[in-house]
């Protein structure tokens, strides 16, 4: 509760429908030095569908000075209006009418980065959820959907580009001859109604790479992708992968764009990655900008993905979009599925599926056993900025991913295509979702929709017998309390397997000799049975048919057994991991030699490198070591330090065990020059691991290797890296290499995030003293989100033993960090909150000097930041 006040709570149980529609919404956006005028004429109509019939009609609004306000075309008097606490209510008002507003805002002022505001010289807007209402009045609630025509006016030199939704219809110059000379204006009718929170309006001096895509039916559609001038020749790879996107959604989903035109712009200041506006999408640069000079291959295939994403909400979230902030997982889960799934098909699926459950696993899950544990279709929020979560997006969109195994692929699209033709123009719900692929399937998956109401990371215990020919598998699940949910039911769990024989080879599970299945657990415990010829080794939850932490009793030569012979890239992943976690259990725990621990091993990743060209990609994650984060949360109490130790020991032993194999594959691995395609990102990957394990060991001649490829680096991928592992295994050469990255890179803003975040990312506690000196570098800037994650939110998020040092030095920071960005930023601040999600698995020191930390800046934290402190906090 904010200042012992009453929380404001949203409840999905008090929906009700809007008490007006408005079929029309005009806009009059007028660009001024200072200040920017927004004239907004709505067509309002009472909805039918509200029987208790409102006479008054109430509207949204934040930051706004209203200048003026009539009805039908007559000024209101003040006695027929409230404006107050956010809401404008005018009394008692006709059936049908036109409500004509005049207000003036600030987007200079506006850095929070919601609404409209300026960024690097350009005028942009950030609409969802609920940032239109800094903007001008209006019913901001995305089952309202309206028909927008947008005039845009501004000075012409300063802003030539003058953008927004849908299709430009008209343009001129402005003909007020008081002294305004040079202003001009271009209007934008957007066809398609939609929520106002996928407006957008853009006023800036950009540049453009142009293109085309014609489609399916034959429509040419103009492609337009602007950056700033510098930025023009960062732009080719999106283009490349707006392309494909285009092509696949028509094939996989047969979905067609249906404007004339779609424009991407990169803007500097961006609290999210990028944003679906309509016909407008308006990306973070670090999302959409890419060349290979000073572009990661990581972020490289992050852009593919975003930009894909964005795209492909033009049906999952624009045509068809969610009733209320509630079912937000309808549009972001499903989004996030479609985007994984043209991810594997333009990549290494194999690959890309254990990226995907890795991150799940490593976020996601910690998220669902903590104190900000949610549904994915949440009943209550206070804030719903704080509900864009790994459980809305990355469970959810595992949630859709069970319901495309359980239909299959074809059920799966005539599914999806009822959905978009029964739902096309409408604002829905999750529901609606399931209820296509239940009349699709003919299936009741009334069980299943328990995924989306209930929180928690559901545990399936495994256990197996096998008697006189016979292997009986008994599975049983639960699920543990979360905030606010004692009590949890079975759900539907699909477990697809194989069973493996003693050489690896799966057995037939049937007489039509099948090798895989897949079985639905839906009851506490059920058991399933198949004759087989001998004993054999479970292959489980192949792909990670569900999202659930699978407990089974493997021993060793069962996992080396999956991690050499499995066709599943997952479960040979699995099995690594399972295999990297015990090891490391027992020197955390038990107190054994890495070095011991490292032998035992030896074999298995000794088997996985000499196959390693097979497939070097799939070969790195295999040979990557779980995250200090992700050994930590299988180990009470949370002790970082400790982890540090034992994480570091092992792969030094590993690095200095291997040392021949890692020098080998350094060599052979590296190629002649710069390559984009997979292959080559691939073999760089693997190279880079093999260079980083080098660095760990201080191996023989090592630093001056490194200071080489850093030198002679054919793209980012190796400058960084190399970087990267001079500077966190404080090798000769580094702090010099770190002078000269700034100084060649200074005017490159994505790079510079990079050289933070290495700094950032070194473990140990003296890191913290070192990001506070960052937070003063000239460069450092509260205002800019993504340089405030690289160096805050990597220290936070990706550095356990620095941010929890037992001096409380990196607790004081944090305090310190959000009591600063707080009164900038609040969405942002906010998320960096959840940073201290693990306060109560924290050894009881640092539990003690986290909450006091934190209690300090609870004092006078906005909306945004309080909700998160107090879910922590447990206030
Ligand atoms: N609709 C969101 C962007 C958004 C979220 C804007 C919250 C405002 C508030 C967009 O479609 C999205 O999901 N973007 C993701 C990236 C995507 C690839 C998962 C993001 O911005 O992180
Ligand atoms: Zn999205």
Not at 163 to 176: D, K, M, Q, R, Y
Not at 263 to 292: D, W
Not at 644 to 658: D, E, I, N, P, T
Request: net charge negative; hydrophobic share 40%.
């Amino acid at each position: 509760m904010r200042d012992g006040s009453p929380a404001n709570v949203t409840r999905l149980a008090d929906y009700l429908p809007p008490a007006y529609l408005v079929p029309r919404t005009h806009l009059d956006v007028d660009i001024r030095d200072g200040h920017t005028l927004v004239t907004a004429t709505l067509t309002l109509e009472r909805n039918p569908a509200r029987d208790d019939r409102p006479e008054d009609l109430v509207l949204d609004g934040e930051h706004l000075e209203l200048l003026s306000l009539s009805l039908d075309g007559a000024a209101l008097p003040a006695s027929r209006y409230r404006e107050a606490d956010g809401r404008l209510t005018v009394f008692s008002v006709p059936e049908r009418f036109e409500l004509t507003s005049v207000v003036r805002i600030e987007p200079e002022k506006n850095t929070a980065l919601e609404g409209l505001y300026r960024s690097n010289g350009m005028y942009c807007t950030q609409c969802e959820a609920e940032g239109f209402r800094r903007i001008t009045w209006f019913p901001d609630r995305p089952d309202v959907l309206s028909r927008f025509t947008t005039t845009v006016r501004a000075d012409r030199e300063h802003y030539p580009l003058l953008l927004s939704n849908g299709n430009p219809v008209a343009s001129g110059e402005e003909s007020e001859g008081d002294g305004q000379g040079g202003r001009h204006w271009v209007t934008w009718e957007d066809p398609f109604p939609k929520p106002c929170y996928l407006f957008a309006l853009v006023a800036g001096d950009l540049a453009c790479l142009k293109d085309t895509f014609t489609t399916a039916s034959g429509r040419q559609v103009a492609l337009h992708l602007y950056a700033e001038h510098r930025d023009l020749d960062k732009l080719d790879h999106a283009m490349v992968s707006l392309k494909k996107a285009m092509a696949w959604d028509e094939r996989v989903y047969g979905r067609e764009y249906d404007l004339d035109i779609f424009q991407i712009v990169a803007v500097s200041h961006f609290n999210m990655g990028a944003m679906e506006n309509k016909g407008l999408n308006i990306f973070n640069t670090a999302c959409v900008l890419a060349h290979p000079a000073t572009t990661t291959d990581a972020a490289f295939e992050r852009v593919e993905s975003v930009v894909a994403h964005e795209y492909f909400h033009n049906w999952s979230g624009n045509r068809v979009t969610c009733r209320d902030w509630f079912q937000l997982s309808l549009k972001e889960g499903f989004t996030v599925f479609r985007d994984q799934e043209f991810s594997s098909d333009m990549n290494s699926r194999a690959v890309v599926r254990v990226e995907n459950v890795n991150f799940l696993v490593n976020h996601q899950f910690p998220e669902d056993q903590g104190p900000l544990a949610h549904p994915v279709r949440p009943a209550q929020y206070q804030k719903i900025d704080n509900f864009y979560t790994l459980t809305v997006y990355e469970k959810g969109a595992e949630v859709v991913r069970m319901q495309h195994e359980l239909l299959g692929a074809e059920d799966f699209r005539r599914a999806t295509d009822l959905y978009f033709e029964r739902f096309d123009g409408q604002a829905v719900t999750c529901d609606d979702f399931v209820t296509c692929m239940e009349e699709v399937s003919g299936r009741d998956l009334s069980g299943f929709k328990r995924w989306y109401s209930q929180a928690g990371t559901p545990i399936v215990r495994a256990e197996d017998t096998y008697v006189d020919g016979l292997y009986s598998l008994t599975l049983s699940q639960h699920t543990p309390a979360t905030p606010g949910q004692a009590d949890k039911q079975p759900l539907m769990i699909p477990v697809k397997l194989a069973l493996l024989d003693p050489r690896g080879k799966p057995l037939a599970l049937n007489d039509q000799g099948d090798t895989e299945t897949v079985v639905i657990l839906e009851r506490a415990t059920q058991t399933f049975s198949f004759p087989l010829p001998v004993k054999p080794t479970p292959s489980l939850l192949r792909g990670f048919s569900a999202p659930v932490i699978l407990r089974y009793d493997f021993d060793e030569t069962q996992l080396q057994t999956l991690l050499a012979h499995d066709s599943d890239g997952f479960c040979r992943w699995d099995a690594a991991q399972r295999l990297y976690f015990s090891a490391l259990s027992r020197i955390i725990e038990q107190g054994e030699s890495a070095e011991q621990q490292l032998e035992r091993l030896r074999p298995a990743l000794e088997g996985v490198i000499r196959r390693a060209a097979e497939d070097p990609a799939q070969a790195a994650l295999l040979l990557t070591l779980p995250t200090e984060t992700a050994i930590g949360d299988r180990h009470a109490p949370l002790d970082p330090a400790r982890v540090h130790r034992a994480a570091h020991a092992f792969k030094v032993a590993l690095g200095r065990a291997l040392d021949e194999d890692w020098r080998r594959l350094a060599e052979s691995l590296r190629e002649p020059e710069y390559r984009a395609d997979g292959d080559a990102m691939g073999k760089r990957r693997l190279r880079m691991l093999a260079l980083s394990y080098l660095g760990l060991a201080k191996a023989d001649g090592i630093a001056d290797d490194l200071q080489r490829t850093f030198r002679d680096a054919s793209c980012m991928t190796e400058e960084i890296g190399a970087l990267g592992i001079l500077v966190s295994n404080g090798l000769d050469g580094a702090e010099t290499a770190l002078e000269q990255f700034a100084e060649r890179w200074r005017d490159e803003a994505l790079v510079m995030d990079q050289w933070f975040a290495v700094q950032a990312a070194v473990p140990g506690p003296a890191t913290v003293a070192r990001v506070k000196a960052l937070m003063s570098h000239p460069d450092f800037e509260w205002t800019l989100p993504n340089r405030v994650r690289a160096l805050i939110g990597t220290l936070v998020n990706g550095n356990p033993s620095a941010f929890h040092a037992e001096d409380g030095s990196g607790h004081r920071l944090f305090a310190e960090a959000l009591k600063t960005l707080d009164a900038i930023n609040p969405q942002i601040a906010a998320r960096l909150g959840n940073g201290a999600a693990r306060l109560d698995r924290l050894r009881e020191d640092l539990s003690t000097s986290l909450r006091t930390a934190l209690s300090e800046v609870r004092e006078g934290a906005s909306a945004n930041l309080a909700e998160v402190l107090d879910r922590i906090l447990g206030a």
